[in-house]
């Protein structure tokens, strides 16, 4: 185990990762937003509300293009756009929006949403035919039930197509009609092929969601917020969960997910709790590149130093 820096910032980020051996991080949960947007979901977060209490300063709270020469900076050489709908008539702008930004964006993911609404299924064969590589659904803000028929065949389709789909499924910031493990089980016991990440590592549902992974062979847990100090205050996560954790890692079911920029606290800060938690190198080159890599097959130029890794 490589020697922790005590406090890691953003500047020393790019470091960090060459020390493992790695061509860089892949973050498979980041923000970008239509401007007018993007506005109100900050104040919702910097604001509260009835699910966030008093809310948190947005660390990154800066102009589109300032964001993404930061995930530059810091070695991010792949991420998403991800944006959800929460109500009708919404996700296909949006899509439009994140699959326009991606293409004039270097290292960001094609990404889209999809809401349980009429034509649903034909934007998002729209989307896909324009290249989406990740999706996003949010089952607490959308507040619909994925087990709905209205889009049944849309997690056929991305089952078929092998496309990712990054679920908020669990009970944070408090819970929802359809948050927790059984609503989006019930679709992968419909769908067991389906490519589902789900978001925050399923807090804190841990255990409920760790069996979720091990049960479907492409169910796989982001880190966003997970093991940071801001999330072990409010929802810590069990020690009695980390071998588990590490075998998940090492079988490509971890992936690096960070929220960014709607977060309280520095990006280097979760690599940082992610270190602390003493896995190993191994697990923390499969969690900030490789499973990213053998789930999106990563462009061949982000490869390894020779004799690294």
């Known amino acids: 185990m490589r020697n922790m ?7 020393e980020a790019s470091t960090w990762w060459r020390d493992l051996g790695l061509p860089g991080l892949a973050d498979v949960h980041v923000h970008f937003l239509p401007e007018r947007m993007e506005r109100r979901v900050w104040h919702h977060f910097e604001n509260g509300g009835p699910l966030m209490g008093k ?26 756009a991800l944006a959800y709908a929460h109500r009708p008539d919404m996700a296909e702008s949006l899509n439009a929006w994140t699959l326009d930004f991606a293409r004039r964006t270097p290292g960001c993911l094609p990404s889209a ?45 991305l ?26 089980t019930e679709v992968l016991s419909r ?11 399923g807090m804190p549902e841990y255990d409920e969601f760790f069996e979720v992974a091990e049960a479907f062979p492409h169910v796989r847990l982001d880190t966003t917020m997970a093991f940071t100090d801001f999330s072990e205050r409010r929802m810590p996560f069990p020690a009695r969960l980390k071998p588990r954790l590490r075998d998940l890692g090492l079988a490509g ?7 960014f920029p709607n977060i309280p606290y520095p990006y280097a800060h979760q690599l940082q709790a992610l270190e602390r938690l003493d896995l190993g190198d191994d697990w923390l080159r499969a969690v900030c590149w490789d499973n990213a890599d053998r789930l999106l097959d990563l462009a061949p130029d982000y490869t390894r130093p020779p004799g690294q890794g």
């Open 5 to 11: 820096i005590p406090e890691l910032t953003d500047a």
């Open 55 to 80: 809310g948190w300063r947005i660390h990154y709270r800066v102009s589109a293009e300032a964001r993404v020469a930061r995930l530059k900076d810091l070695g991010v050489k792949v991420f998403s």
């Open 113 to 157: 949403t999809f809401y349980p609404e009429h034509g649903v299924l034909d934007y998002v064969r729209d989307a896909l035919d324009r290249g989406a590589r990740v999706f996003k659904v949010h089952l607490q803000v959308g507040d619909f039930d994925p087990r709905l028929k209205e889009i049944d065949e849309v997690w056929g389709l």
């Open 159 to 184: 089952a078929e197509r092998g496309v990712p789909v990054v679920v908020h499924a669990s009970s944070i910031p408090l819970p929802g009609r359809c948050t927790g493990p059984e609503p989006i």
């Open 191 to 201: 769908h067991p092929r389906l490519p589902v990440i789900i978001a925050h590592l």
């Open 253 to 259: 079911k971890v992936l690096l997910g960070s929220d």
